[in-house]
């Protein structure tokens, strides 16, 4: 069976300049998270998907991001524009449902992003 | 708001011998959820083992085994006859009860094993 699938897995680019993430759940996981893990720490929630409705976004910065989940499957991330500071690992994880405490989240392998 | 502390940033141990991890945090609530994950170099991140805080006996997981200690909000990981695949990093997360809960991590340790 496939775990998360994230692309691109790197990306460069320079400030100002727009930027996508994608991400494919597990099959039949209703729940699915975007993570940012800055170096050497751990990942923060950016937002989490049931189905698909948003329901925590509130770490999500709005004015430079955004998320979707169209058809409740897979979803994008996207900044625009992109700051220096946005330098990070994107990690997208999935489950089935988010609300029991004892779904096991998988997590998929990230895009590492580098902001010039 | 909860927070989760590690302060160990590095960790080494010998093939076959044994290393405890440690993890403390911080909250008001009675009921939770404890968990270590670990991050192989480059690698997804798995689950390693889990704790509910109303369960008094400590979770074990083949070589992986916690110390939950409640009162002392203490959550370690002893990870016995250690591997070379145990090398990674290994983080120490927070989920409260509710169905919005969410994880709260730490900022992890990074556990190296030399032959």
């Known amino acids: 069976e496939a775990g998360v699938v ?72 996207k900044i625009q524009p992109a700051e220096l500071g946005d330098s990070a690992v994107y990690l997208c994880a999935s489950s089935l449902d988010g609300r029991r405490w004892d779904n096991e989240q998988f997590f998929g392998p990230g895009t590492r992003l580098t902001v010039l | 708001a909860q927070t989760v502390t590690q302060s160990q940033p590095e960790m080494s141990v010998q093939e076959a011998e044994t290393v405890t991890l440690s993890c403390t945090y911080d909250t008001s609530e009675s009921d939770y959820y404890l968990f270590w994950y670990k991050q192989p170099p480059s690698r997804q991140m798995i689950l390693v083992i889990r704790q509910e805080a109303y369960k008094q006996q400590n979770a074990t997981e083949n070589r992986f085994s916690v110390n939950f200690q409640k009162a002392a909000k203490s959550f370690s990981l002893k990870i016995s006859d250690s591997q070379l695949g145990d090398a990674a990093m290994y983080f120490c997360a927070y989920r409260s009860t509710g169905t919005a809960s969410k994880l709260t991590f730490g900022t992890g340790t990074r556990l190296q094993v030399t032959l």
């Open chain 1, 6 to 77: 994230q692309s691109p897995r790197y990306k460069i680019i320079e400030k100002k300049q727009p930027v996508a993430f994608w991400c494919n759940p597990i099959s039949g996981h209703n729940t699915l998270y975007w993570y940012l893990q800055n170096l050497g720490q751990g990942p923060e929630l950016l937002i989490r998907y049931e189905n698909e409705e948003a329901v925590d976004d509130s770490q999500l910065p709005k004015d430079r991001f955004s998320a979707e989940r169209l058809k409740g499957v897979d979803s994008t991330l």
